[in-house]
């Protein structure tokens, strides 16, 4: 007998050490805590080659629902672009040779911007190297660097160590210099929240903004002020007569290192309006038609297109910060909806920081879920709690206490409200946060690299593989809704006993 499948994600719950700082052991959420006692549970690998990344690096929500959905491992985007460097392929592309002949021609600066860091979540800080590597080889020009400061993905005050790295390449090649710097909450918004988004883009195209004789100068008086990476106002880097080192101008070419896309989206639109030609590590959104360095690689046989194949009906539910995960990502990386695929999106709410609203829209998210299920009764449903994961980067303890038990009362309702004869749950995550909030005594807003349950709640399942990774719960789910699993699905079913 098959059945309909829910796969509820947890953003940023995951199993980590009981310590004081591990907010998902200090929460109270006895509904999770009897299931993990009642129900077969694995523990998933979220990180490293166990997701198509760097050895040890950790996961993010962009890469653990793309797994997560396409039932395989699927290599990342940072091991392809560092091999490419590795290889030396890398100074080869076109595009950017292009780009730096382009600016040569017309007497102008070429911009390089992006976030720098090492993180390995958004992009890597020795992109910045091999472009400016390539534009020696082919140049030089004038090459103006717009910094976006992370704070988030990597410690929260450690932007002096990666600009004190940048300015040491910068003495190498004396045609570059540092324009501006910006804190990641303001350049990198995906939210629509202009009023951020609209201080990045004053520094960088008109050099309004606070003003600093360097990018260090920047970020220690941030620092003063008691601001950390992700939140340093947008910087204009001047001169000794207080005009600004490199604004941005339309026609001029911008090269983006950022290669995921999320964050990527919202500024790289509005440069292309104002008449900046943006180059992108890799594809933003199909719709921006700007050249990008490494294209995408098709991802087929997706948990959502074996569920539309069959003719059956789906459901994607999430509030805005998770919404591009529940479908672009898990659907590989494509943006229309499959046949039968139903979406529904809550906003998240307007709060600066999400510890001021640590519950977010997830009752909202509930309730919308369980009205669709018992009215429409599609036969998978994908749904996104994104507290664990979005108030665990803020690093306050008591708010992601909070975030998870909220967490725990929405699975509760959704386990009350719906038949469990007519349908199984798989109760996971993508990567681990609200488990780690402190590291060797400093807060850490990052993701962990610990394991996250996969919890199976269905009356023919008795036993579970003990570990697994995320690629294993697409064919789970497959096993569970009675469906063939394709070929190129090479995850493995966590059940290991007979269903009928």
């Not at 140049?139 to 410690?155: I, N, Q, S, Y």
């Not at 106002?233 to 101008?249: N, R, S, W, Y």
């Not at 933003?284 to 690689?297: A, C, R, V």
């Amino acid at each position: 007998m098959s059945k309909s499948a829910i796969l509820m994600i947890l953003d940023g719950f995951a199993l980590g050490e009981d310590y004081e700082y591990n907010a998902i052991a200090l929460a109270k959420t006895p509904i999770i805590d009897s299931l993990l006692e009642k129900y077969p549970y694995a523990k998933l690998k979220t990180c490293g080659i166990d997701v198509g990344l760097m050895q040890s690096q950790m996961g993010d929500s962009n890469v653990g629902h793309l797994n997560i959905g396409a039932g395989r491992v699927v290599w990342q985007m940072l091991p392809r672009i560092l091999q490419s460097i590795e290889e030396d392929s890398f100074f080869n592309q076109h595009i950017l040779i292009n780009a730096v002949k382009k600016a040569q021609q017309n007497n102008e600066a070429l911009h390089l911007m992006g976030l720098a860091s090492d993180g390995g979540v958004h992009s890597h800080i020795q992109e910045f190297y091999a472009v400016l590597e390539l534009v020696r080889r082919n140049g030089p020009v004038p090459v103006k660097m717009h910094l976006f400061l992370d704070g988030r993905d990597v410690p929260p005050k450690s932007a002096l160590n990666y600009i004190e790295k940048i300015e040491q390449w910068i003495s190498e090649y004396d045609f570059a210099e540092i324009a501006t710097v910006s804190g990641r909450y303001y350049a990198m918004d995906r939210d629509k929240r202009w009023q951020r988004t609209n201080k990045a883009l004053d520094a960088l195209l008109k050099g309004r903004g606070l003003k600093a004789k360097s990018a260090a100068e920047a970020v220690e008086k941030s620092y003063q002020a008691d601001t950390s990476d992700e939140f340093v106002l947008p910087t204009v880097v001047v001169k000794q007569d207080g005009e600004a080192k490199g604004k941005m101008a339309a026609n001029e070419t911008a090269i983006f290192i950022n290669f995921r896309a999320d964050r990527a989206r919202q500024i790289s639109k509005k440069l292309l309006e104002y008449g900046v030609n943006v180059i992108g590590m890799a594809e933003y959104d199909e719709s921006l038609n700007m050249p990008i360095i490494f294209p995408p690689i098709e991802i087929k046989d997706t948990l959502g297109s074996v569920v539309s194949a069959a003719g059956l009906k789906q459901l994607r539910v999430a509030e805005t910060e998770k919404y591009a995960h529940v479908t672009f990502f898990f659907n590989g990386g494509k943006e229309e909806e499959f046949t039968g695929e139903h979406r529904i999106l809550v906003n998240s709410p307007k709060v600066a920081t999400y510890d001021l609203q640590p519950e977010m829209s997830a009752p909202e998210v509930t309730k919308k879920l369980i009205e669709y299920v018992q009215k429409e009764e599609p036969a998978l449903v994908v749904v996104n709690f994104a507290n664990c994961d979005m108030v665990g980067h803020t690093g306050i303890l008591e708010a992601t206490i909070k975030a998870v038990e909220t967490v725990d009362s929405c699975v509760g309702e959704i386990l009350k409200a719906i038949d469990h004869t007519k349908y199984s749950f798989v109760i996971s995550a993508d990567h681990g946060n609200a488990d780690q909030l402190q590291i060797d005594g400093k807060i850490s807003t990052k993701h962990s690299r610990n394991d996250v349950p996969c919890i199976i709640i269905d009356n023919r399942v008795t036993e579970v593989e003990q570990f697994g990774r995320l690629a294993d719960i697409a064919p789970t789910v497959l096993k569970l809704m009675g469906l063939p699993q394709p070929k190129l699905m090479t995850g493995s079913s966590l059940v290991t006993n007979q269903i009928g």
